[in-house]
């Protein structure tokens, strides 16, 4: 190797790491406006039959906002940056799986479906909206009468967890 072709290679090899390729992890991204510092997560509007489901998902997103973000939560919507508004469209449940001996479901699918908008509060600009965000979760029923634990709410607890984090990495990576 000749001695201008050792120089420009080493000089590439010092540049390399200053460039960056263009990929981030995957919840880690932030789009939203550096302005933003609050957040305003008041409850979900509730289209269902289910009872505090709405509150319910507030109260996941607000942790997973804090617990993964910069922006703190305010209960004001008049203080904050922005306001996440959310609608619970829809939530359907149905079997999933059966046991063969009883032919009784021994798995449910949940399924919700959400309205979500982000909007800055003093511009009104929408910085996120998804109109039929739609997230699942599967829980098992004991077919054994005697061992029988009511499955559901654990189950929308984990649902809510994750419609959360969904909602959170769709907002800041602006999915």
Do not use: W
């Amino acid at each position: 190797m000749s001695r201008v072709s050792r120089r420009g290679f080493a000089a590439m090899a010092a540049l390399a790491p200053l460039g960056g390729c263009g990929y981030h992890v995957s919840g880690r991204a932030d789009l939203l406006p550096a302005t933003l510092r609050t957040i305003a997560v008041p409850a979900f509007a509730n289209n269902t039959t289910r009872f505090r489901l709405s509150e319910r998902l507030a109260g996941a997103v607000t942790r997973e906002f804090l617990s993964r973000t910069r922006y703190q939560v305010v209960h004001d919507q008049n203080v904050a940056d922005a306001v996440l508004r959310g609608s619970v469209l829809n939530m359907m449940a149905f079997p999933a799986t059966f046991d063969t001996a009883t032919g009784r479901a021994a798995g449910v699918q949940v399924s919700v479906y959400l309205q979500i908008q982000l909007m800055e509060r003093a511009s009104g600009k929408l910085l996120y909206t998804n109109p039929n965000m739609e997230l699942r979760e599967r829980y098992e029923i004991s077919i054994d009468s005697l061992a029988y634990f009511e499955e559901s709410e654990a189950a929308l607890d984990r649902l809510s967890k994750q419609v959360a984090g969904g909602i959170v990495s769709a907002i800041l990576e602006a999915f």
